[in-house]
């Protein structure tokens, strides 16, 4: 979750009391996080301290600055790193400072470095959040808890959430991913004999919003058709629920470390040998 | 090669060495956990200043906890649900001088004990003879803990029990038998409580008594109206017990003034204890809330006031499962320790240790947590935990039990404890929807923290050197003298586990000085006083505590220690009626018995 899902689709434009205000795309789904972020911390107290947030936010804005400036040879505008650091900061869990500053660092060091043929892998917070999970288990956890007890900061967040993927024309994924997931809950219901309400619970939570709006649809990291988006995104959600058989807590941001640069890696050979066979360099 | 790919070399040559800082500040941690290897007695004292050895069979106490059995339609997540009741505090009974153990039950008809110390370094159970044995018959719920205080100030302590059921209260017959008195003292039908406090929040001479519910009172563990009893979020709750005020009239009973006085929560509470925090001379009301936030009341004597907000302690909801207070930095103000819980690669919430924040007092008092800085921050699925100092070297050390559900060491229940948390308050709040345990653990077979105060800012986990190598489901822990011989001894009592008494042996080069004190005006337990010992240049305050910790009372004797050749200035006491008194240079490797003057 760092790349934005809103890629430059136009400018839209608002008319409002006969004045016309544009914002452009790539700053609604920093705005909209920050939204989260702020509302769920000052109503829920969701950030143990500001200070680990800040920091996430400002290591991935210096990383991005120093790499872009090195690697493309200009300033990169910060809108993704912007919500790379901040996904850091709200999804990472640990009394630690250290982590905080090193999920950022690594989450965007991971777009320069895990690159095959010009494009990257891995969606940043994606690796950067699954690395620490692996190798720092004694200092981190995801977040895995709900905000508040209320239904319509839910509601809240999933509509906005859906208009912001809708204008952004990822909706399909995000949409494929839920009822994926949905139905993935009652196949495990059925398996475990556990109450399926528990099994569709965690969607229920802000972990599950993020990834929904931020991870899976993030356009650097997904393949190209709307049709295989589709198709892996539903991969994800079925590597999920094997994960979840086999109680692995954060199934989720494993499946999409397995899946996603798996399915980037098959694009990208594919491309290749059309490539080839064509003489077009792709 | 061009400056490019020289630049992405040493690019990839960052990148590994950031993913090796894991592995870096693991080894660095496993250093630090070196210090707290398995040594022998010799070693320990030599290293440490102090070794414990578990004693409680030598000493004739043969307790097992047994847990209760609620609504069958519990049975699934029955272990999580009867997690609790394990309990233990120190009282002397008898006012012979040697203190005695007060142990709960929580087995449907299950036994209390009250171990008599026989100060011959055994205990024998008289509580059947006693009258508070008892406790736990069918249709009274089970016994979740019990805090000593002289509410009659007949000089003998009274025994406050609290359960998830008939709360009970037993007056001490000169210590010679208990008397239910109860339904005179006017106490409520049924609260599902865990935690109380004797306090003498108003300062007239008489303590009063706070009670914090856990579950809802209106909910019958054994016979379920409906199964949407669990709390409605994981760490925003607010559908649990109420809290109650008994003001002591005097007369042997009390009155209800909880909502009156401006304690009015819902909040699961798990510990509560009471401190004068901002030097007022009322002591203010620190709850430790599971499923929540953490509640501060400062006492103003007639009013109370939330302030968790604001003082700092009241923003990150965790799952406080204790409460307890002491003077660690020995600049006379006390710090609040609250256990939460960390579970490896799952939920790391860290213990949070409130200190004062430099500059700040009065109304204006900050705290900041600074559990990780000072090394107390781990301590697993933490329960019961106390401050006092074992080595007798003049700082307060930390004791800390851990330990949720100890059952199949093979399989956990953390995969469906984490699905079923993250879910909204329709899901969670239904123990029908929670997946079955199938004799799993949850953070079961924990090692236990025993935190040496280094004096200059940290503490180090000495618990295996030392000789606390137990890894039962540890709930209450308190700290007391058991044998007068001016130590600290450790007593835990663990969920479906033994009571287990660890000896303190503490090197004789460190001294220690300790005070019982009576109040005349003040209540005649004398909780709430405050001792300040001044030596060597230091200071450091306690006081008498009417509950502390989780589901535990330590001694009310108030024990320093002071470390080597000390030079103690002088004792500086302030009595809960306002009094102070000072004695001049008392003498050290002794207990000093004090009665306020009238």
């Known amino acids: 979750m760092s790349q934005s899902a809103a890629q430059p689709v136009g400018t839209p434009t608002l008319q409002v009391s006969g004045r016309k205000i544009s914002l452009d795309n790539r700053y609604i789904p920093p705005l909209f996080i920050t939204t989260i972020l702020v509302v769920g911390h000052f109503a829920y107290g969701i950030l143990e301290g500001y200070e680990r947030a800040a920091l996430a936010i400002v290591c991935a804005l210096v990383a991005e600055l120093i790499l872009g400036r090195i690697f493309f ?35 965007i060091m991971s777009k320069y470095v895990l690159r095959v043929k010009g494009r990257h892998l891995w969606n940043p917070s994606n690796f950067g959040i699954c690395v620490l ?4 288990p004694e200092t981190v956890a995801a977040l895995t808890i709900q905000w508040g007890n209320f239904i ?10 859906s208009v912001i993927i809708w204008r952004a024309k990822r909706i399909h994924v995000s949409v494929t991913y839920v009822l994926s997931f949905l139905a993935f809950a009652f196949v495990r219901s059925w398996i475990t004999g556990d109450p399926w309400r528990s099994e569709i619970s965690p969607i229920t939570g802000p972990m599950y919003q993020l990834f929904v709006f931020f991870m899976v649809t993030d356009p650097k990291t997904t393949v190209k058709s709307r049709k295989w988006q589709c198709i892996v995104v539903f991969i994800v959600a079925f590597a999920e629920m094997l994960l979840r058989l086999n109680h692995v807590v954060y199934a989720p941001l494993y499946a999409l470390f397995i899946v996603g640069p798996a399915a980037m890696l098959i694009e990208i050979w594919l491309e290749s040998r059309r490539s080839a066979k064509t003489g077009v360099v792709a | 090669m061009s400056g490019r790919k020289v630049a992405r070399i040493v690019l990839v040559l960052v990148f590994i060495a950031l993913l090796a800082v894991p592995l870096v500040m693991k080894q660095l941690a496993s250093r630090r956990e070196r210090a707290n290897s398995a040594l022998d007695a010799t070693a320990a004292l030599n290293r440490y200043g102090f070794h414990l050895d578990e004693v409680a069979r030598a000493s004739a106490i043969n307790f097992i906890h047994q847990a209760p059995t609620l609504d069958h339609r519990l049975d699934h997540i029955m272990p999580q649900v009867a997690s609790m009741g394990a309990a233990v505090s120190v009282v002397d009974f008898n006012r012979d001088g040697w203190a005695d153990l007060y142990v709960t039950n929580s087995g449907e008809g299950s036994k209390n004990a009250l171990y008599k110390n026989n100060a011959d370094g055994t205990f024998k159970d008289v509580a059947a003879e006693m009258g508070v044995a008892d406790l736990n018959q069918v249709g009274t719920g089970v016994s979740m803990g019990t805090v000593w205080g002289d509410y009659d100030n007949d000089g003998y302590e009274d025994l406050f029990l609290y359960k998830w059921g008939k ?35 108003d300062r007239d001479g ?56 401006g304690i009015d929560t819902r909040r699961w509470a798990l510990a509560a204890t009471v401190a004068d925090l901002r030097g007022t001379g009322y002591q203010d009301l620190f709850i430790a809330n599971d499923y929540g936030i953490s509640e501060l009341f400062f006492n103003d004597g007639k009013q109370f006031r939330e302030v968790g907000k604001q003082t700092g302690v009241g923003f990150s909801p965790k799952s406080g499962m204790n409460a307890s207070v002491g003077d660690i930095l020995n600049d006379g103000r006390y710090s609040i320790y609250v256990s939460n819980i960390s579970e490896e690669g799952v939920l790391i919430q860290g213990n949070n240790l409130w200190v004062p924040r430099e500059g700040t007092r009065g109304d204006l008092l900050k705290y900041d947590n600074l559990a990780r800085a000072m090394d107390v921050e781990m301590g697993a699925w933490s329960f019961g935990a106390q401050f006092g100092d074992l080595n007798n070297d003049g700082t307060l050390d930390l004791y800390l039990v851990n330990g ?44 236990k923290r025993v935190w040496l105060n280094d004096g200059a800012g940290k503490f180090v986990n000495v618990a295996q ?23 600290l001894d450790v007593v835990v009592a663990n969920q479906k586990g033994p009571l287990l008494i660890y000896k303190n ?16 005006a003040s209540n005649r337990s004398a909780i709430g006083a405050e001792v300040r010992l001044f030596w060597d240049g230091r200071q450091q305050v306690q006081h008498v505590s009417g509950g502390s910790g989780f589901c535990s009372q330590n001694q009310r004797r108030l024990h320093f220690g002071v470390g080597k050749n000390p030079r103690i200035e002088k004792v500086e006491i302030r009595w809960p009626s306002g009094k102070i008194e000072t004695i001049k240079k008392p003498v050290f490797g002794q207990l000093h018995q004090i009665k306020e003057s009238a």
């Open chain 1, 152 to 161: 319509w900061p839910l509601l809240v967040i999933w509509i906005l959430g």
């Open chain 2, 206 to 261: 008489l303590l009063d008594l706070f009670l914090g519910g856990y579950y809802a009172e209106d909910v019958d563990l054994w016979h379920l109206k409906n199964t949407k009893m669990m709390p409605e979020s994981f760490e925003y709750a607010k559908n649990g017990g109420r809290k109650y005020l008994f003001r002591n009239l005097g007369d042997g009973s009390f009155e209800e003034v909880s909502q009156k006085v």
């Open chain 2, 505 to 520: 042996n503490v090197t004789p080069e460190n001294n220690w000085v300790s005070f019982e004190l009576e109040g005349a």
């Open chain 1, 133 to 136: 999970l692996f190798l720092a």
């Open chain 2, 404 to 447: 949720y559900i100890s059952a199949d060491r093979n399989m956990n229940y953390w995969y469906d404890f984490s699905k079923i948390a993250g879910g909204n308050s329709t899901i969670i709040s239904d123990a029908a929807h929670w997946p079955a345990m199938d004799g799993r653990s949850l953070s079961g077979y924990q090692q």
């Open chain 2, 167 to 201: 709360p009970e209260l037993f007056h001490n017959d000169a210590g010679q038998k208990f008397s239910r008195v109860s339904d005179k003292a006017g106490l409520p039908a049924w609260v599902n409580a865990n935690t109380a406090v004797w306090f003498d929040y």
């Open chain 2, 465 to 487: 050197a030392v000789g606390a190598r137990d890894v039962f489901d540890g709930r209450a822990v308190a700290l007391v003298d058991l044998w007068n011989r001016g130590v």
């Open chain 1, 73 to 107: 040879g200009k300033w990169l505008n910060l809108a993704n790193a912007y919500i790379s650091g901040i996904s850091v900061g709200i999804l990472i869990r640990s009394p630690a400072l250290w982590p905080f500053a090193l999920c950022s660092v690594l989450s």
